[in-house]
């Protein structure tokens, strides 16, 4: 925890040039890699609005309605079935109305590993769905949640996570460009707003707090990439 602190919003983050408003970055090859790493965020309604395939009903008519309500909003967030990236969206619109979250709820973990081939990029969601961008680009969707064993990976890295941002607030500016050195990043898409840490591998992996997070997701991982290959753990 010292270490998040200390490297909150560290400033050896770079962008690329002609990237702004922690939009549209590319820190991969690959277009879909790098839509993807964007969505990841869910910090861009637009991105999802402009790229959106499917019938705009429930929730989504009310995400991209330029007249919805505060109660329309709260309606999503109060609702068990939407997804976790879904609601991120909406606590953050709720916020750009000025309207403080209700509850302090953690939807989101995402973990970064910058190396000298690429980005490594693991997003864990509270719905139990993930997704992994090895820095090849290539990727891995999760959405099989009844998975028992990767479920219970998931509920451990939260509750390791959940311990983290009790101890650190939420950064008040846009989200950082990807990593462009060998550092390590931890995000959480908390209903009040994005809290990060960020720092040199070793000293996060050795970190009293953010260790375990970096540990579990680092296992959550392999499990995924063993279930996408056929492999048992």
């Avoid at 702004?20 to 690959?30: C, D, E, L, V």
């Avoid at 709720?94 to 953690?106: D, M, Q, T, V």
């Avoid at 995402?110 to 509270?126: N, P, S």
Wanted: one cysteine or more; proline letters at 3%; a neutral charge.
């Amino acid at each position: 925890m010292r270490i998040l602190n200390r490297l909150f919003g560290s400033s050896k983050a770079q962008a690329a040039d002609g990237e702004t408003r922690g939009f549209n970055y590319h820190p991969y090859k690959s277009k879909e890699a790098n839509y993807i790493y964007d969505l990841l965020f869910c910090d861009n309604l637009e991105l999802y609005k402009n790229n959106f395939k499917g019938e705009k009903v429930f929730p989504w008519d009310v995400l991209f309605s330029s007249s919805r309500s505060r109660e329309d909003l709260e309606k999503i967030i109060n609702d068990p079935k939407c997804e976790s990236r879904v609601k991120v969206l909406t606590y953050n619109e709720l916020r750009r109305l000025g309207i403080k979250s209700p509850r302090k709820e953690l939807l989101g973990v995402i973990v970064e590993v910058g190396m000298k081939d690429g980005l490594d990029t693991l997003a864990v969601y509270a719905d139990k769905t993930a997704r992994y961008i090895n820095y090849t680009g290539k990727m891995i969707i999760w959405e099989t949640i009844e998975d028992a064993i990767i479920n219970a990976k998931i509920a451990e890295l939260f509750k390791e996570s959940e311990q983290v941002i009790s101890s650190i607030g939420p950064w008040d500016k846009e989200r950082l460009p990807p990593l462009m050195g060998e550092e390590a990043r931890i995000t959480f898409l908390v209903s009040d707003g994005l809290y990060f840490g960020q720092g040199e591998m070793d000293a996060l992996s050795n970190d009293s707090m953010s260790g375990p997070v970096l540990n579990t997701a680092t296992e959550l991982m392999k499990l995924l990439i063993n279930k996408s290959l056929g492999k048992q753990k």
